[in-house]
């Protein structure tokens, strides 16, 4: 195990390693009740999306960790499922067959973008002022995950608000926080895991703890083949281009499903892996050097692509690296060993979906919180007192929050930079790369506001 993962190399233990996993998966476990639940409503099958979301969490996050050798997992992202139930089928009109055919090209072109090294230009084309914003920004996001999710954030008078601590998940979520903040104050090991089981069993006699339903393993494996290999049977990926008039419309879909799952995991790896060292400044000259994948982050960025179209061809949504990972990293993973056991807990949930349900929002809520705490210290290395540079950076870090997506805080922080720039007479310092970028930012917004 020493000898594969490299683990002394990466200063992380066996221990570590499995502490770091667990934390990772119970922060990032309710996408498997979560996902088949939102898919369903387009018409797919609640127990086939539950056995898919599991089978694709397990392959991608398997791929993260025996390839790339790095701490991250990978599931079907939220945002992009609903974005493929409530834009693309139920406002564009097209089937979940179309849809998972479009993640499907989706998921080619992302593989194709990363073997020809764009992906990683694009990341190395990111200022380091913005690197920072965005690393800050994804620990303010992490933190807004967490507080939505329990519900003491609401927006009930259609503005946003502190709920009114009169229900028992909030209790549970300010007893799980109050003893997650102590333990890491205090700097116990595994001290976010501890706390996830704790407040999990804290819940309990407040009756927040309780198993949701779900399909049993047998029930779910009889719904499985109505959407494995969905994209090439009838009504699938040849229907897609049948009618030349919606051409149009199904290359703008799939650009939008493109842009956001790249960035995503672009702003994913710079706000997490530099600044805990897994992308280090020798990986990233291993990177430079020659052709092929030399380093971590291009093997990382070759699992991440691979997983959407894997995904689809399962029958999910956009599978994607999760940002809940920091959980996980921030417990003290550094290397693949984290994510294979991420992976066998997927794998154990398949047949043990009830118990991994039980575990409340209002104790992974605690974790993604202090996660985000710790994260937003990226900030300080960005210099406030300079406007030109704060003001991009604020967008990048503000959006993210505000509007529930990281390459929408990826992208006002481009768009701003460029401006700045622009109108300071410093347009020469701005990349190629980030005025192609913030471009296609741009197009892609305009071509949203028309469809």
């Known amino acids: 195990m020493e000898k594969f993962f490299h683990l002394k190399e990466n200063g992380t233990t066996v221990s570590t390693e499995i502490i770091a996993g667990l934390t990772t998966f119970f922060a990032m476990s309710y996408i498997i009740v979560v996902n088949p639940s939102i898919l369903s409503q387009s018409g797919m099958e609640w127990g086939a999306v539950f056995l898919a979301t599991i089978i694709a969490s397990i392959i991608g996050t398997l791929v993260m960790g025996l390839v790339a050798n790095v701490p991250y997992a990978q599931a079907p992202g939220m945002g992009l499922n609903a974005f493929f139930v409530y834009t693309v089928c139920f406002g564009l009109g097209f089937t979940w067959q179309q849809a998972l055919s479009m993640v499907f090209i989706c998921g080619l072109f992302n593989i194709f973008i990363t073997i020809t090294k764009i992906r990683k230009y694009i990341m190395k084309s990111i200022p380091a002022s913005l690197q ?69 069993i804290i819940g309990i006699p407040f009756g927040v703890t309780s198993p949701q339903e779900t399909t049993s393993f047998s029930e779910a494996c009889q719904a499985l083949p109505t ?198 007479g410093k347009a020469k310092e701005i990349h190629p790369i980030l005025w192609v970028c913030t471009g296609l930012f741009v197009l892609n917004f305009i071509l949203l506001a028309l469809l």
């Open 132 to 200: 920072n914003a965005i690393s800050g920004g994804i620990g303010i996001f992490v933190a807004y995950i967490g507080l939505l999710n329990v519900g003491i954030i609401n927006f009930d008078g259609g503005v946003p608000a502190l709920s009114t601590l009169n229900q028992p998940q909030f209790w549970v979520f300010i007893i799980g926080l109050a003893l997650t903040i102590i333990l890491l104050a205090r700097k116990v090991q595994g001290a976010i895991l501890i706390s996830i089981i704790a407040t999990t």
């Open 227 to 424: 959407t494995f290999l969905a994209i090439f049977k009838e009504g699938g990926i040849t229907s897609l281009f049948s009618d030349p008039s919606k051409l149009p419309l199904v290359l703008i879909t799939i650009f939008s499903f493109s842009i956001t799952d790249t960035f995503d995991t672009i702003g994913t790896f710079i706000g997490t892996g530099r600044r805990s060292g897994i992308f280090s400044a020798e990986d990233e000259e291993k990177m430079n050097q020659g052709s092929g994948f030399n380093s971590k982050l291009d093997r990382a960025l070759f699992a991440d692509a691979t997983a959407t179209s894997i995904g689809a061809l399962i029958g999910t949504s956009n599978t994607t690296t999760f940002v809940e990972s920091a959980s996980g990293i921030e417990a003290g993973g550094r290397t693949g060993l984290t994510s294979c056991v991420v992976a066998i807990c997927f794998a154990l949930s398949a047949f043990l979906a009830t118990f991994v349900s039980a575990v409340p929002f209002a104790a992974t809520a605690p974790a993604l919180v202090s996660v985000g705490i710790m994260m937003v210290s990226s900030f300080r290395d960005i210099d406030w007192s300079d406007f030109n540079a704060a003001v991009p950076a604020f967008f990048a870090g503000i959006f993210m929050a505000l509007c529930y997506s990281i390459s929408y805080g990826i992208a006002a922080s481009f768009v701003f930079y460029c401006v700045v720039k622009v109108f300071t």
